[in-house]
């Protein structure tokens, strides 16, 4: 899944620029010209910090004004996104809620935000709420827009998100609403699509806009194997944007990919010293195991248990990467109660693929099939997708499902942790040893 565009992404419901066409949107209402109100990208090697400070300035002149009051909460969800400092989504809390206080009706834009902010807690369905009551009220709101797809997204609302990214570019043509589209045809096994997208909207947008959407096109090339065009087009990112941190995400699963292991060590180590997401210290302890460095690995993982308590204390919901890190690295019983509890929530391929894992980690592999299954539906270019139902396959004795489903996983996306892969092959040579 893109972080980038999930937890992920909740400041890009303020971009307004470049992407297949332009566009801009300002609230009528406000007291401050909306040129005067900053606008928070995220992913753009944007300084948040002086951002935050414009707005903060701007409120003390205009204490009234309910748009910089919304746009700072999006901006401290922004914040806690890219720190892990949890502690800024109480933060963003007190700002939207004081856009409410002094603009109390009609104010889509702090609807907007609340909207932005439930999405960063994975509350897609309160996310989904207010983006369309936001809507109600400003149709063309590109903030509620983005995050209404996002939200169906999220629910595993296929269809319906396709039709609201349709809705979005006609009212909102930009780099936000072209990123969305170009993950949904990702998500459905459409890469070439997907990245003609992405390179249309690079050569429209401004060196923010370039390193956002140049940055997926690696990814979605290293996912093809291609990885000399991936790093060449990592490279221009990271010369727009030399400080951009999903790039260096990119990079380390690019480094993974060349086979450049001890790189990679040193790249993980200082994305989760900048931005200590449980997915991402889960990635480098799984490099460590596949170094045969497992006490460095455990150190890891602890990081990752109380990570996800500090998110959990601040309402963020981490069922979904508490299924999958338990499963892995952990207990398979709290796997399945996290998963569960996720499944009730939303019916998506991630969500799906989390709960077919942990049940078959806890030896439900009938019912883990059923589930995987709904998690390849799509096509998805998910190496773990297509791993774990080959190896659910394999428990179950399905042998030539499971050697197909086992190879595609394999052949999808080479910057997929080596640990995760190692586990595949010693799968895959047992299938291959039976025949």
Avoid: C
């Avoid at 999930?6 to 307004?16: E, K, P, Q, R, T």
């Avoid at 993974?256 to 997915?279: H, K, N, Y």
């Avoid at 299924?323 to 996290?338: N, V």
């Amino acid at each position: 899944m893109r972080k980038s565009l999930m937890v992920i992404s909740v400041g890009l419901v303020l971009a307004v620029s470049g992407g297949i066409g332009f566009a801009t949107s300002s609230d009528p209402t406000s007291s401050t010209p909306a040129a005067a109100v900053p606008r928070v990208v995220p992913n753009s090697g944007q300084d948040l910090d002086a951002s935050i400070l414009a707005l903060q300035n701007t409120l003390r002149r205009v204490p009234r004004d309910h748009v910089s009051w919304a746009n700072l909460a999006v901006a401290y969800v922004e914040q806690a996104r890219l720190t892990g400092n949890a502690t800024y989504y109480q933060k963003a809390d007190d700002a939207a809620a004081r856009s409410f206080e002094v603009s109390p009706d009609e104010n889509f834009t702090a609807l907007a935000a609340d909207a932005a902010i439930a999405a960063a807690r994975h509350d897609f369905s309160d996310a989904l709420s207010s983006a369309d009551q936001a809507l109600a009220i400003n149709p063309r709101d590109l903030g509620a827009l983005a995050i209404r797809a996002d939200a169906l997204n999220e629910l595993g609302r296929y269809a319906e998100q396709m039709k609201a990214l349709r809705v979005a570019d006609r009212f909102q043509p930009s780099t936000a609403i072209a990123t969305r589209y170009s993950y949904a045809y990702e998500l459905r096994g459409d890469l070439d699509r997907a990245a003609d997208i992405l390179r249309r909207a690079a050569a429209a947008g401004s060196r923010a806009d370039k390193a956002y959407t140049l940055t997926l096109l690696s990814d979605i090339l290293r996912k093809q194997g291609r990885l000399e065009p991936a790093a060449r087009q990592l490279a221009v990112a990271q010369q727009a944007s030399p400080d951009y941190l999903p790039a260096l995400v990119s990079t380390a699963r690019l480094q993974v990919a060349q086979g450049r292991l001890e790189e990679a060590v040193r790249t993980w180590q200082d994305v989760v010293s900048r931005q200590p997401l449980p997915e991402y210290i889960t990635e480098l302890g799984e490099l460590y195991l596949h170094l045969e460095r497992p006490d460095e690995a455990d150190a890891q993982f602890a990081v990752v248990r109380t990570t996800i308590e500090l998110l959990d204390a601040s309402g963020v919901r981490t069922d979904l990467e508490t299924a999958l890190f338990e499963a892995d690295h952990g207990s398979a019983a709290r796997a399945l109660d996290q998963a569960r509890a996720e499944w009730q929530q939303r019916e998506s391929v991630h969500v799906a693929d989390a709960l077919a894992w942990a049940l078959h980690r806890t030896g439900r592999d009938r019912e883990a099939l059923e589930i995987a299954r709904r998690a390849t539906a799509l096509g998805s270019p998910e190496a773990r997708f297509w791993i774990h139902r080959g190896t659910i396959e394999a428990a179950l004795g399905l042998t030539d499902d499971a050697r197909t489903h086992l190879r595609r996983g394999l052949a999808t996306d080479p910057g997929l942790s080596p640990w995760q892969r190692d586990a595949a092959r010693t799968t895959l040579a047992t299938i291959e040893g039976t025949r």
